[in-house]
């Protein structure tokens, strides 16, 4: 999928958001846009406590890296505080959520008009509009 975003689920059945970011044994990351959503990467980690052991967190946000946010049913402010200074959006789900649904309420999101965060996503992975100069010059700006 050449445009969307990346995104995380801490998921260990591959269908609902049911772990805690800290101690998430899995997590399936997709790219998602308006249309359509596809499964990158379905990572595993081994029996993790929710223990406040920080390590354990630093191979989590590696895998993360390129995401835009990552969906779990509890995070711990230390997590928070890592991942967001990352440029990664967490996202806290009721229990019983499931991805597909999740997905489907994100790309409704795309479609109406993004939140701040996923505004954010978007105009990260576009890069910088070619016409700004021109907008610029007509402001009145010179070189």
């Given at each position: 999928m050449a445009t969307g975003i990346k995104v995380a689920f801490a998921t260990t059945d591959m269908v609902h958001v049911n772990q805690h970011f800290g101690s998430a044994k899995s997590f399936a990351v997709y790219t998602v846009n308006p249309e359509q959503a596809e499964l990158l990467e379905a990572a595993q980690f081994g029996e993790l406590a929710q223990d406040g052991n920080e390590d354990k967190l630093s191979v989590k946000i590696q895998l993360l890296d390129g995401c835009a946010a990552v969906y779990c049913q509890a995070i711990g402010a230390s997590a928070i505080k890592q991942i967001v200074a990352q440029g990664?959006?967490?996202?806290?789900?009721?229990?019983?959520?499931?991805?597909?649904?999740?997905?489907s309420d994100l790309q409704g999101e795309m479609k109406a008009g993004p939140s701040s965060w996923l505004a954010k996503a978007?105009?990260?992975?576009?890069?910088?509009?070619?016409?700004?100069?021109?907008?610029?010059?007509?402001e009145g700006w010179e070189e």
């Open positions: 990664i959006q967490p996202i806290k789900v009721h229990e019983g959520s499931t991805i597909k649904n999740l997905i978007i105009n990260q992975h576009k890069g910088p509009d070619p016409q700004r100069f021109d907008a610029m010059e007509n």
